[in-house]
């Protein structure tokens, strides 16, 4: 079973994420700030894929992906964000972000991109925009 953790100061949207994982065969793990998700990424054991704001409070995504990569944490980021600044999309990028996914969430969006980030089958994860492509987003 692949284990994601989802990181969002958002209970809500833990739990959309939760939803829509879940039934997919996927263990979700949450946290609720950066800090705690550091912590979880630490201690938790194998990770396949770490879904993760960008805003929370104590410490943001960026910061979070800047100290897993310090630490040498392989694990693949995708970020949930309603932030679609092109600065802020070039430093995700820039750090090694899989993709960007804009809120609000819809589930079979977000379950087809864990499963090509995660290496399943079906198109090319580049024939979906999760932020960083230039196509028109499209669904599985």
Same mark, same amino acid.
């Given at each position: 079973?692949?284990?994601?953790?989802?990181?969002?100061?958002?209970?809500?949207?833990?739990?959309?994420?939760?939803?829509?994982?879940?039934?997919?065969?996927?263990?979700?793990?949450?946290?609720?700030?950066?800090?705690?998700?550091?912590?979880?990424?630490?201690?938790?054991?194998?990770?396949?894929?770490?879904?993760?704001?960008?805003?929370? #409070?104590?410490? +943001?995504? /960026?910061?979070?992906?800047?100290?897993?990569?310090?630490? *040498?944490?392989?694990? @693949?980021? $995708?970020?949930?964000?309603?932030?679609?600044?092109?600065?802020?999309?070039?430093?995700?990028?820039?750090?090694?972000?899989?993709?960007?996914?804009?809120? #609000?969430?819809? +589930?079979? /969006?977000?379950?087809?991109?864990?499963?090509?980030?995660? *290496?399943?089958?079906? @198109?090319? $994860?580049?024939?979906?925009?999760?932020?960083?492509?230039?196509?028109?987003?499209?669904?599985?």
């Amino acid at each position: 079973m692949k284990r994601v953790l989802v990181i969002d100061d958002s209970s809500s949207i833990r739990e959309q994420v939760r939803n829509a994982l879940t039934p997919g065969g996927y263990d979700v793990l949450e946290a609720c700030d950066g800090l705690d998700g550091l912590e979880k990424i630490r201690t938790a054991g194998e990770l396949d894929l770490v879904l993760c704001d960008l805003n929370m #409070p104590r410490m +943001g995504g /960026l910061d979070l992906i800047v100290a897993c990569q310090q630490t *040498g944490c392989q694990v @693949p980021f $995708l970020i949930l964000t309603s932030d679609g600044q092109p600065s802020v999309i070039r430093r995700a990028r820039d750090a090694g972000v899989k993709g960007w996914i804009v809120k #609000p969430i819809k +589930g079979d /969006l977000l379950r087809f991109a864990v499963d090509k980030v995660l *290496g399943g089958t079906g @198109p090319d $994860l580049d024939s979906i925009d999760l932020g960083f492509g230039n196509k028109p987003a499209s669904t599985p």
